[in-house]
T-cell receptor, first 114, second 115 residues
Framework: NAGVTQTPKFQVLKTGQSMTLQCAQDMNHEYMSWYRQDPGMGLRLIHYSVGAGITDQGEVPNGYNVSRSTTEDFPLRLLSAAPSQTSVYFC?????????????FGSGTRLTVV | AQTVTQSQPEMSVQEAETVTLSCTYD???????LFWYKQPPSRQMILVIR??????QNATENRFSVNFQKAAKSFSLKISDSQLGDAAMYFC????????????FGTGTRLTIIP
């Protein structure tokens, strides 16, 4: 099925560990982005990409890295996990063309840092 | 920078009744989109309805409609004939029609449906 695929769905990390959250889309969307959702704060933008090879910071980028080597993939890396990074993470993609301009979200990753 | 405010952390409504969720936003732009997303317990973000700022007519999708007041920067969601499946978190979001695809979200309203 076409859409945005995020893996894993759940993850528990120890403080200081690193990991990569995977995001892939098969809709040829040029825009991809990562959000985090915390209780009482809605979703906040971490990083985004407007195309392969181009990334930029969002509202809360500290502690996270991204890269966009292909149109399909946009992984989010936690360099040294901290308890403050406990959150639900969403990947989204969209396009300025056709009916995709309003975006598609993945199903989310619940990350707990202990 | 744009901001989105949802002043109702929680709302409840009797099944089959009508409920209105409030959203206000702040922007200096004239061309933008506004959205309502539904997030059920499954965590999936589902687009409910969208409004383009330059369209004066309020958007409608079946039982869902909006009251878009551009001058007042208000964008409320009305749910008619509420159903048990409407129970969820509802997020209001803003997106500029210029630049990147960044969505700015409100803090959400948790809607409970009373049978």
């Amino acid at each position: 099925n076409a859409g945005v695929t995020q893996t894993p769905k759940f993850q528990v990390l120890k403080t200081g560990q690193s990991m990569t959250l995977q995001c892939a889309q098969d809709m040829n969307h040029e825009y991809m982005s990562w959000y985090r959702q915390d209780p009482g704060m809605g979703l906040r933008l971490i990083h985004y990409s407007v195309g392969a090879g181009i990334t930029d910071q969002g509202e809360v980028p500290n502690g996270y890295n991204v890269s966009r080597s292909t149109t399909e993939d946009f992984p989010l890396r936690l360099l040294s996990a901290a308890p403050s990074q406990t959150s639900v993470y969403f990947c989204a993609s969209s396009s300025r063309l056709g009916s995709s301009i309003f975006g598609t979200f993945g199903s989310g990753t619940r990350l707990t840092v202990v | 920078a744009q901001t989105v405010t949802q002043s109702q952390p929680e709302m409840s409504v009797q099944e089959a009744e009508t409920v209105t969720l409030s959203c206000t936003y702040d922007t200096s732009e004239s061309d933008y989109y506004l959205f309502w997303y539904k997030q059920p317990p499954s965590r999936q973000m589902i687009l409910v309805i969208r409004q383009e700022a330059y369209k004066q007519q309020n958007a409608t999708e079946n039982r869902f409609s909006v009251n878009f007041q551009k001058a007042a920067k208000s964008f409320s969601l009305k749910i008619s004939d509420s159903q048990l499946g409407d129970a969820a978190m509802y997020f209001c979001a803003y997106r500029s029609n210029f630049g990147n695809e960044k969505l700015t979200f409100g803090t959400g309203t948790r809607l409970t449906i009373i049978p």
